[in-house]
DNA sequence: ACGCTCAAGTGTTACGTATAACTTCCTCCT
DNA sequence: AGGAGGAAGTTATACGTAACACTTGAGCGT
């Protein structure tokens, strides 16, 4: 080695292979064409490799100015839903050159606090999940290109927003309830201030009150087995006729209401139906299995990524809701009579 | 975009508090004592926060040769372990200056590829959980500082490695099943090369070979529902003495294992008693809950993060194993005659 | 033989920051 | 009175890269 401990630089390399750094800038760009003869290329390539030459991403960032770099802040990493989210974004930031860099809040969902603290990474733009107003505000005033997952379109502050159609699932587990003959549910509700926990309340509320004959009941947890249970064993406790069915608004919850379920001495499908939101991997490792609505997280990701490149290249970026789908298994059966 | 105004720098900032960019840089990197009056100080941040400057994080770090930020390279994030190395690890982290950005390696629990190409962020150091050689070889020609999770402490190149005590934790599993009285045991083993479950079945296998009368199955499944469902099954109707205890090398194997064991019509624990490793949420969410090993992820990624702050500073990285404990529930019992 | 074009490069600069080295003014000690 | 020394700054520079503007020489048509 020529220089030593350093790293070696394009300087280094020109030096190697006898041309300027230009040159070596020019051929490791990929823009040598016409510019550098071809052997001359070969030469400079052979010397970087030679020299294990990587470029020094901090230089060049603040040469270009972008980073090619976006952030992708995402509730703590509990369940492989947001794995999924990262995976799609990833693969479609990956076809364009950009890296993605994962923040989990840390106040899981909810509030977010400076994520650039965090992440000392300097970001071509964002990609936020769930989040409150602050933290949108926060990152808002860096200016930075910004695009909301499952938030309020109207809400954000001409942020672009990619949702999926959680409407539809709440619309489909509801009408397959009805359908096999229920009238008397119970909705477990997440306890935390998110938007996409808001259309799940909304959109079931106004589904049963358009249904003559139905009551609804609604009980609030975190989103943990422990506070599930207890909830649901108190609300399915309460004085009055016990509902037949369980709406829940995640699978975790579904797994509370389980063992709420089970405390209780019922059994599932026969006594009460349950039904989660996710699909998640312990949708089916729950017995019986659990009836859930599918939502595709790696497309989410990727349309997620999709808006954000549209942002920055100055594009609209697409405004359609991703479809999900009812998955039918165990759990849910005609209620007894 | 149309990033009409472009950000202030620190010029910028210099200009609004008539002041020179050194000073600037002297009071907001805090080093203004004794060379900055307290209210040009004052006035130097007053103008910055008027602006809303923030440093460009891209100049900072090449004019520092360092970004305070390491990368920690984790399998995919399907359970909630890898989210608690994480936070333990950006808590050390965030005490010392520094940033954490997550790399979730595509290919599982494995062989990574190019971590850089795809978090473009300079590092540091990094971090990187139960990988292979190829990928480790690829991170060590960077030349940087490296600390691995879970790994062979001998076959690691001298990269400094941070284990827990799983050894501790398969003994105590296997003491407390021969304890209850089993003797015919099945390993459901994780089909996945990776130092952390050769120990598993090494350590396994040679505590049952001390101990006369015991029998030994082993059967191998990649780590999801399906595949422990059917390698359980498939290991359980095999001709011979069926085995009264089965011992999984993580939670979610065991999930599998629950089904094949209701498939077979058999009861948990009365009929065969069952073990997990990690304590994931999930193995609260089984009915019966599993017995199983916890694993402090948290503090994982703590003595992680530690030890490479140890290698950065050119300390010797301290070299103890994590302890993990025993968590009985009810899915382990004696075996009924 | 002349100017023109084109290939194949090189010289130079700027990105924004942190800091070493320098300057200027003022106070205080002897 | 005459520095010594400190407070309060400023000036200048380098980090490694990408790209614009420029140079040089060869080929070529007329």
New interface residues.
Partial sequence: MARGST?PTSRDVAEAAGVSQAAVSLVLGDKWRGRVSPATAERVRHAAQEL?Y?P????R??RLGR???VLLVVP?????F??GV??GA?RVA?QHG?????Y?S?EGIGPARDP???????LDGVIASSMAADALTAIR???L?LVMLDSDPTGSQGAATVNLDITDGVRQVTDHLLRLGHRRFLHLAADIPSWTFEVRAHELASRLRETPGTSLRVTRAPI???DALTATQTALTTPGPRPTAVICDDD?LA??A??AA?RLGLRIPDDISITGLDDL??A????PELTTVRLDAERFGEQGMKALLA??D?RTPPKEDIPVELVVRGSTAPPNA
């Fill in positions: 790293r294990g990587r020094n991403l901090a230089a960032n603040l980073t090619r770099t703590a990493l509990t369940t492989e947001f794995a990262y995976t990833a990956a950009f890296g993605v860099v994962l989990p840390p650039f603290g965090s992440a000392q990474a300097a005033g860096d200016q290109p943990s087995f422990e975790k797994a509370g389980y063992k089970r991997a312990l089916r490792a729950l017995d942002v920055l100055g």
